[in-house]
């Protein structure tokens, strides 16, 4: 099975509009939205969902108020400052202390601590992660809930969730819109990944961000390829960008210009690619080609030039 990840140094860079397009072009793959933070892949493609299941990431401190004696341990020994007092009660005594929910991190050592045995850690439910039927074959996509954390586990989740269902469908391709940026959550979305697309465009911070995300790919030995969307509104800046790629061991796969048609097709909840034949459209064909020419390859091999592996 192979996996195809696309992924940006940050949000907004058009890694969702070019997924979107790998879709309707590969025809027979399955899909997986990563970017369980900010999911947006649903709205070009319209998933009709077919199972929902809710995500529990982590746990929740919950204090018990009738083994409660306000001691006040759990609030000193606490970095997050979850445990709060609860003030006096009618009859002027100390009142059970209170968990704040959002604050909790989860970490246990109130429970751990408590000389009362008064706190128990529950499992807290953090999103939710669906498996949908789309126009171009089945999705896996999720969202996390509001506040809520362990995007990563849930990132991890889904990719697993995604081959199982690809192996239930006969598909060998997995398109993944990864998660933006180079930490937990778009680790969990690249590691073990046949082929890594990196998305960029022709600006400084872009610059800064394809060597941030250049960095990692190289680090996990993952080949990779290189898109500057929008290249056309900064030439200079967009060759630059392909030099330091080149410079880092990854391949240019195409540029792609500017069009407002990015924003029509949207309106039409479609891909560019169905959208239209012409300018943006035939970019993105050609990175298609060059991406599913590296999958059919089984990818190329990571070159090691631009440092070492640290």
Request: with cysteine; charged share 20%.
């Amino acid at each position: 099975m192979k996996e195809l990840v696309v992924i940006s140094g940050k949000g907004g860079t058009g890694k969702t509009s070019v997924v979107a397009a790998f879709a309707a072009l590969a025809g027979n793959a399955t899909l997986a939205d990563c970017d369980v933070d900010a999911a947006n892949l649903h709205l070009v493609l319209n998933p009709q969902i077919q199972e929902s299941h809710d995500f529990v990431g982590g746990k929740t401190a919950v204090i018990d108020p009738e083994g409660c004696t306000a001691c006040g341990v759990c609030a000193e020994l606490c970095r997050f400052d979850a445990p709060h007092d609860g003030g006096l009660d009618r009859q002027g005594m100390p009142a059970p202390y209170a968990i704040d929910a959002v604050a909790c991190e989860g970490c246990g050592v109130c429970a751990r601590f408590c000389p009362e045995d008064a706190i128990a850690m529950e499992e807290t439910v953090n999103g939710q992660w669906f498996i949908s039927e789309t126009r171009h074959g089945p999705m896996v996509h999720a969202r996390l809930g509001i506040a809520e954390e362990n995007s990563g586990k849930l990132v991890s989740l889904v990719r697993e969730i995604s081959r199982e269902v690809a192996a239930d469908n006969g598909r060998e391709v997995i398109i993944v819109d990864g998660s933006p940026g180079i930490g937990c959550p778009v680790i969990a979305s690249l590691t073990g990944a046949k082929l890594a697309l990196v998305v960029t465009e022709p600006t400084l911070s872009g610059l800064h961000d394809l060597q941030r995300i250049g960095e990692l790919t190289r680090h996990f030995r993952i080949p990779t390829l290189v898109a500057v969307n929008k290249y056309d509104l900064n030439v200079d800046i967009a060759e630059r960008a392909e030099s330091l790629a080149r410079e880092q061991g990854m391949e240019i796969g195409a540029r792609i210009r500017y069009d407002a048609v990015f924003t029509q097709a949207m309106l039409h909840r479609q891909s560019v690619v169905e959208y239209t034949d012409e300018g943006a459209a035939a970019d993105l064909r050609k990175l298609w080609d060059a991406a599913h020419g590296h999958l059919a390859e089984g990818g190329a091999q990571p070159a090691t030039t631009g440092g070492d592996d640290q």
